[in-house]
């Protein structure tokens, strides 16, 4: 809970600090990997770096913060410190950490503001920092007791079982750990982070859900080749050299939005290489006999671009009160039950008291939840997972 003295001083300079985040999250960045330039190198994602997302993720995760502790200063906005705190951990962020970034953020606050930081505004802001990242350190502490691991040792090395070409862009993997050891347990909808050495000696990280049901001895992960440079680098090094035997190192599962609890009704809508949590899901669900009303809807550019088609199809048809819709912009003649055009709810029967499971591009998740809304879903029975920096932190 913030202080009394300085929830007034933060009300009062929210509105600079807010117009000025932007500016004072790259100045962060920029001072810290000056700093240390092997935190660029082998722990962010230099293709966020690279295009401005992961300083609007931050910018955005500080300015939603600060305004939840005066909206609801008797809360804790646990919703949006779980997914950060779930990224970090499979990150391998240590609570040290935390001191090396106040170190740097409060240096460009003082920077970019200027004679605007008096005392009583850089306590006030201080303040405000500390609560939200000794938040994250218990979050992150429990998680990693959950998962078995030291503080930041999330990594085991994993080797590749089998390699199989979904489509020209995508490739699944299986995993198993090179130990001789079970895979674990997970639940679905996580994922894990992998971790690759790059030509030029860059040991880079990106999360991939795990895309297949657990309980096996195995984990399979599923990797669309992204576009861009640096943006695509990982996954275009797996689909350019990674093979069966070779060994990557993996983190522990992690992720806070998945499987709900219970009978209830759901909704599984996804996009593109969103369908992959939604495999895990529609697999667990298949494995246990479950009869829950199940709405599944998936939306790609034609059915030869879309990964796993014909095992989601199988998945949905496993469950005895399933639907399944198909939305292709090019439906051609492999999908003559598809829509043509982009996947929408806004015409689908939906059961009352549902729980929606939303994943893909940003813009798919803004118009689904938007459309469920609309239809008086409540919000907070609408979960999203988006695949890189969340620019969507705090927003309703």
């Known amino acids: 809970m913030l202080s009394e003295q300085s929830r007034s001083v933060v009300r009062a300079t929210l509105p600079a600090v ?30 966020n770096q690279a295009t401005g997302e992961q300083q609007q993720a931050l910018a955005g995760s500080i300015a939603a913060f600060a305004g ?21 951990a499979s990150l391998g962020i240590t609570s040290e950490q935390y001191k090396l970034v106040h170190q740097h953020l409060f240096a460009a606050i003082a920077e970019v503001l200027g004679d605007a930081v008096a005392p009583e505004v850089a306590a006030a802001w201080d303040e405000v920092y500390w609560l939200m990242a000794n938040a994250l350190i218990a979050t992150e502490t429990r998680l990693y007791q959950e998962a078995g691991v030291p503080e930041g040792g999330t990594w085991r090395p994993m080797e590749i079982a089998e390699r199989h070409e979904e489509t020209p862009d995508v490739v699944s993997f299986l995993l198993r750990p090179a130990d001789g050891g079970p895979a674990g347990p997970f639940t679905p909808g996580q994922y894990v982070s992998v971790r690759v050495e790059l030509p030029d000696g860059a040991r880079q990280i990106r999360q991939y859900s795990l895309s297949a049901a657990p309980g096996g001895p195995q984990w399979r992960i599923t990797v669309k080749r992204a576009a861009g440079d640096p943006a695509g680098e990982v996954s275009s090094w797996l689909h350019a050299h990674a093979r069966p035997g070779d060994v990557l190192s993996v983190s522990a599962p992690f992720g806070d939005v998945v499987l709900p609890e219970g009978e209830g009704p759901l909704l599984l809508a996804s996009a593109g290489i969103g369908s992959t949590p939604v495999l895990a899901i529609l697999g667990h669900l298949a494995a246990t006999g479950s009869t829950r009303p199940v709405v599944v809807l998936h939306g790609d550019r034609s059915p030869e671009a879309h990964a796993h088609r014909d095992e989601l199809r199988a998945l949905a048809g496993a469950l005895p009160a399933a639907e399944l819709h198909l939305f292709y912009e090019e439906p051609g003649d492999a999908a003559p039950e598809a829509t043509a055009g982009r996947p929408t709810v806004a015409d689908l029967g939906l059961p009352e008291g549902l729980t929606a499971y939303l994943c893909g591009p940003l813009p798919f998740l803004r118009a689904v939840r938007g459309d469920l809304l609309r239809r008086g879903v409540p919000a907070e029975a609408v979960h999203y997972e988006v695949f890189g920096p969340d620019l969507w932190l705090g927003q309703d």
Do not use: M
Request: charged share 35%; glycine share 8%; proline share 6%.
């Open 68 to 88: 939840l502790l005066l909206e609801r200063p008797d809360a804790r906005p646990d919703a949006l410190l779980g997914r950060i705190a779930h990224k970090h």
């Open 18 to 47: 807010g117009a000025a985040i932007g500016e004072i999250t790259e100045l962060f960045y920029r001072k810290l990997f000056t700093d240390r330039p092997e935190l660029l190198r082998d722990l962010f994602n230099r293709g």
